[in-house]
Nanobody, 116 residues
């Protein structure tokens, strides 16, 4: 499984961005997917996760009500709609995918910078 993130960039506080994570390869084996982020000097943290069918989602407390995770399995793509962005949301955002066998795959990351 290969994962490629896109959609990052520079945005002012209060603005919005939509990240995409396109999966290729053995996509039929993908189960849950998630978005993580890592700010400079900090550990990577879970932002949002979504089950295989999209019926269940989970969010970090810091992004609840502002971010929405979704996936389109027909397009093998997961999204993260980010609104009301804050400077503390600045980080490299990574997507990951867990396959049925238990392996976890990561994308290369996309930079999100929120200016105050």
């Amino acid at each position: 499984v290969q994962l490629v993130e896109s959609g990052g960039g520079l945005v002012q506080a209060g603005g919005s961005l939509r990240l995409s994570c396109a999966a290729s390869g053995s996509t039929f084996s993908i189960n849950a997917m998630g978005w993580y982020r890592q700010a400079p000097g900090k550990q990577r943290e879970l932002v949002a996760a979504i089950t295989s069918g999209g019926g269940s989602t989970n969010y970090a407390d810091s992004v609840k009500g502002r971010f929405t995770v979704s996936r389109d399995n027909a397009k093998n793509t997961m999204y993260l709609q980010m609104s009301s962005l804050k400077p503390e949301d600045t980080a490299v955002y990574y997507c990951n995918a867990q396959v049925v066998a238990g392996w976890i795959y990561w994308g290369q990351g996309t930079q999100v910078t929120v200016s105050s």
